[in-house]
């Protein structure tokens, strides 16, 4: 079935940075698809931005291109994101998010972490 | 950008009763629609995609219908653990967006 576990939320000052990370477990995490996710307070939830199975396929929301990047380690079933130049509005809950399945992204995710909160705030 | 409208945004049923859950999108999206249910502190867990197709492990009682614009989640009868909020999401075009949400809470 499989397990997501993000991690490296916290509160950073704007214009700050933080890493994230989602280590997966239970499958076989090189032949997935990945994505990452957000809901902000009051918000709907927001996809951000997706990876291929070999990094070389990448894309981003304009809301945080030029800002986040996403990689992932394949050696140590893990996926990331970058985030730089944060903003109060880049305040969220971020989650990462399997593809469902196969070499070309379905876009609609079939496992998810429990996410991890990142705060922005002076 | 697809505007996903969920409706009610809260629904107050019994143990045992059918539940619709309503999901319009602002633009067609053909049958690109998942809808995915969340309790709080764990991890939202996709139910149907496709519109119509359970994800594996889903009992039988959650089914989803439509195309084009309006789509509907239905739970046939409900069961403690299904009391949770469920949001549909259209990946039928770009960005990618989600509805709002509809609660449903224990009468």
């Known amino acids: 079935e499989g397990h997501l576990v993000e991690s490296g939320g916290g509160l950073v000052h704007p214009g700050g940075s933080l890493r994230l990370s989602c280590a997966a477990s239970g499958f076989t995490f090189s032949t997935y698809v990945m994505n990452w996710l957000r809901q902000a307070p009051g918000k709907d939830l927001e996809w951000i931005s997706y990876i291929s199975t070999d990094s070389t396929t990448i894309s981003y929301a304009d809301s945080v291109k030029g800002r986040f990047t996403i990689s992932r380690d394949n050696a140590k079933n893990s996926l990331y994101l970058q985030t730089s130049s944060l903003r109060d509005d880049d305040t969220a809950v971020y989650y990462c998010?399997?593809?469902?399945?196969?070499?070309?992204?379905?876009?609609?995710?079939?496992?998810w972490g429990r996410g991890t909160l990142v705060t922005v705030s002076s | 950008e697809n505007v996903l409208t969920q409706s009610p945004g809260t629904l107050s049923l019994s143990l045992g009763e059918r539940a619709t859950l309503s999901c319009r999108t602002s633009q067609a999206v053909n049958k690109y629609l998942a809808w995915y249910q969340r309790k709080p502190g764990q991890a939202p867990r996709l139910l149907i995609y496709g519109a119509s197709n359970r994800a594996t492990g889903i009992p039988d009682r959650f089914s989803g219908s439509g195309s084009g614009t309006d789509f509907t989640l239905t739970i046939s009868r409900l069961e403690p653990e299904d009391f949770a909020v469920y949001h549909c999401?259209?990946?039928?075009?770009?960005?990618?967006?989600f509805g709002g949400g509809t609660k449903v809470e224990i009468k």
């Open positions: 998010a399997r593809d469902f399945g196969g070499l070309a992204p379905n876009w609609f995710f079939d496992l």
């Open positions: 999401h259209q990946y039928g075009g770009s960005p990618l967006t």
